[in-house]
């Protein structure tokens, strides 16, 4: 048994589970991408069976993260791996999304739990036993890497979890994975079921174990770190935590805490732990699921010191109340004060000190952004620019791209919004409204136009600096009405997505409009996505 531990990031799949966290196929692409750099070993990108979408999205991410040109690629090329049901339709599916990669991977799943056979599947012991077996035989007829998970193993009977472990390793399962679907267990608990593992099933020693962890009760990563104790060398994480209900073992936490503790824990990854504040950010603006903000390493507070006594000792000395340095997790501090009269040249230092490389087209937008805002705003802030580039290049192609706007309201009159938005055509499209409050009215105006079928359903704000010119940041997330449709993996019932969209402006009112026309854009893409309709503007431009 190695020191080496696999890094298997499910963002892609558990963590687009989460309400609201839909992400378009060319955004999910482009994350995918910032795994690979980040060095994850697999990337579980997506559960192809769901929707003719999320087979799509899995097939172009095999064929380009999972496959890349050769050259392109200055490291480890990731498994790319899909979910399946144990089921043949579902593992077909699986295939015919991920045969383009490199590295396939076919990740089959069964509950074994008492509630869930009962319940949900309607099965008994022995019916479960053979239907592993076959499945995992099937998969195998496919593809040689394959994966098993008994699901809601936290809840099921060890002696009987032990059987189907044994008869997914005959049938040729190549890592088996432990998930505690529930996140029911506590990490005492959970080490020891790994540990019992290792110990009551035949043929263990020839496959990788694998833990998955949830964080009903914020044990998600405690539990993560005693299976890798007992013997786990594959996590199953996610980007920032997100994933179903209360979200699954983050990877940012599991990583560094092997990384900070290595001489207690002793496992190496592959991470390289510089792109981990980059790439929450990414997802955080993808998915509109804001970071909270004392969020362990990646939080706006993460590297924060509050109280007097510790800002002294900071000062004295940044071990006294520093386990980590931001810089280890990619936080680098600007040695430049940026602001008005800062030029070009000055806006690129800045911005590659951070890890942004602009082109220079990119550069171009960048700078009109930064005299923009610098017009307003007396000192500009790392946190600023961070802001800037997220709105300017981590967000789809606009449909609709905002124009122009103007707002009225106050206590003297009908709270009225003028919207002017470019559209697809390239025409310029204009309206006003009036409505409860000035967002209300922009975003009736808003709706006038796009003619889209959403609700919105929810709406947050917040300063991301201190002080009264600080940069607005809205993140809102919209329904469909109509059209695009999710499915629940294990009722196997449909319902209506739900899209994020992210908008940081110095004016609030226009962050505003930003993040609702971010979002509606995602749906319309999506919408055109489903039914095949080619649309020029698919992909999203990034840098860094
Ligand atoms: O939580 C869970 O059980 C899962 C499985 C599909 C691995 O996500
Ligand atoms: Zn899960």
């Not at 593809?143 to 098993?148: G, R």
């Not at 193993?153 to 472990?165: I, T």
Request: charged fraction near 25%.
């Amino acid at each position: 048994m190695t020191n080496y531990v696999r890094i298997f990031d499910t963002t892609l799949r558990d963590g687009e589970q989460s309400p609201g966290a839909t992400m378009t196929s060319a955004e999910k692409l482009e994350v995918s991408r910032a795994l690979a750099k980040l060095g994850v070993d697999i990337i579980e990108a997506g559960f192809p069976a769901a929707s003719p979408d999320d087979l799509e999205a899995v097939r172009r991410i095999s064929e380009e993260v999972g496959n890349p040109p050769r050259g392109e690629t200055d490291g480890k090329i990731p498994t790319i791996t899909a979910l399946a049901r144990a089921t043949k339709g579902d593992i077909d599916k699986a295939w015919e999304a991920i045969c383009g990669a490199q590295k396939p991977r076919i990740h089959l799943f069964l509950a074994t739990s008492e509630i869930h056979m009962k319940y949900k599947l309607n099965m008994d012991r022995d019916q479960v036993l053979e239907r592993t077996m076959q499945m995992v035989k099937y998969a195998k007829t496919k593809c040689k890497d394959v994966e098993f998970s008994p699901e809601d193993a936290g809840r099921s009977d060890p002696q009987f979890l032990y059987k189907v472990l044994e008869q997914a390793i005959k049938a040729g399962a190549t890592t088996l994975n432990i998930p505690d679907t529930v996140g029911y267990t506590t990490p005492n608990e959970f080490g020891s079921l790994i540990s019992e593992i290792f110990k009551n099933v035949n043929g263990i020693e020839n496959v990788i174990v694998s833990v998955h962890t949830h964080d009903d009760l914020g044990l998600a990563t405690a539990n993560a770190l005693a299976g890798i104790n007992a013997g786990a060398r594959q996590v199953e994480v996610t980007i920032n935590g997100i994933g179903e209900r209360a979200g699954n073992a983050s990877l940012e936490e599991v990583v560094m805490a092997l990384k900070t503790r290595h001489s207690i824990f002793g496992f190496d990854t592959g991470i390289d732990a510089t792109q981990l504040s980059k790439i929450s950010k990414l997802v955080s603006n993808y998915t509109g699921i804001p970071v909270q903000p004392n969020k362990a390493i990646v939080g706006a507070n993460a590297f924060a010191h509050e109280a007097g006594i510790h800002q002294d000792g900071m000062l004295k000395h940044n071990l006294t109340y520093e386990i980590m340095k931001p810089e280890d997790v990619g936080i680098s501090q600007s040695k430049l004060v940026m602001g008005k009269h800062s030029g070009r040249h000055a806006l690129r230092v800045s911005l590659a000190e951070l890890g942004h490389s602009l082109n220079e087209s990119e550069l171009d937008k960048a700078f009109i952004r930064f005299k923009e805002l610098a017009d307003r705003k007396k000192v500009i802030t790392d946190v600023d620019l961070e802001a800037i580039i997220a709105d300017e290049f981590y967000r789809p192609r606009d449909v609709y791209a905002l124009d122009g706007l103007q707002v009225a309201c106050g206590t003297m009159g009908l709270p009225t919004a003028t919207i002017r938005l470019r559209g697809p055509d390239g025409k310029i499209h204009v309206h006003a409204s009036i409505g409860t409050g000035p967002v209300d009215a922009t975003y009736k105006a808003i709706d006038a136009i796009v003619k889209t079928q959403a609700t919105l359903l929810e709406f947050n704000i917040h300063a991301i600096t201190e002080g009264i010119d600080a940069l607005g940041e809205v993140t809102v997330r919209v329904q469909a009405k109509m059209g695009t449709q999710t499915m629940d993996a294990q009722k196997e019932i449909s319902y209506p997505r739900v899209y994020g969209g992210h908008g940081a402006d110095s004016d609030i009112i226009v962050a505003s409009a930003k993040a609702y026309l971010a979002a509606l854009n995602k749906l319309i893409v999506a919408q055109m996505e489903s039914e095949n309709l080619p649309f020029p503007d698919l992909d999203v431009t990034l840098v860094g």
